[in-house]
């Protein structure tokens, strides 16, 4: 499952039907909060992609959450804002999309994880 908390409407849902149309099951939450909550009744397993700049938890509020509630769930970041990836400040093994997204290369790099999490 792929689990998208993106707060711009528009993106969401077009992240959404992107992922639904190549095969990925999604749910697509508005804000952190929201992605916590849903997390509560759903397998963890998965992959998060999370913007950074969310209106309440920031994005990187939210992996330093989930990496403590969801340990199998993996934490992509993105954001549209001009962010030095290494100064993300739980860029620790958390990959970063800059938006405008290349989509092509998302969607290799969740076909990947996909398989290496269907291997362990």
């Not at 908390?5 to 959404?16: S, T």
């Not at 039907?17 to 909550?37: H, I, T, Y």
């Not at 403590?68 to 400040?89: E, F, Q, R, V």
């Not at 860029?91 to 092509?104: A, C, E, G, I, T």
């Amino acid at each position: 499952m792929i689990l998208v908390v993106e707060d711009d409407p528009l993106a969401r849902r077009a992240l959404q039907s992107l992922f639904v149309a190549n095969g990925f099951p999604c749910l697509a939450v508005n804000s952190a909060e929201d992605a916590l909550s849903a997390l509560d009744h759903l397998d963890t397993s998965g992959i998060a992609l999370i913007d950074i700049d969310l209106p309440g938890m920031s994005g990187e509020q939210l992996v330093g959450r989930l990496r403590d509630l969801h340990p199998k769930l993996s934490c992509t970041l993105m954001s549209a804002n001009d962010y030095d990836p290494g100064k993300i400040s739980c860029q620790n093994r958390v990959p970063f999309f800059s938006k405008p997204l290349d989509l092509k290369r998302l969607l290799g790099f969740l076909g990947n994880a996909s398989s290496a999490e269907g291997q362990s």
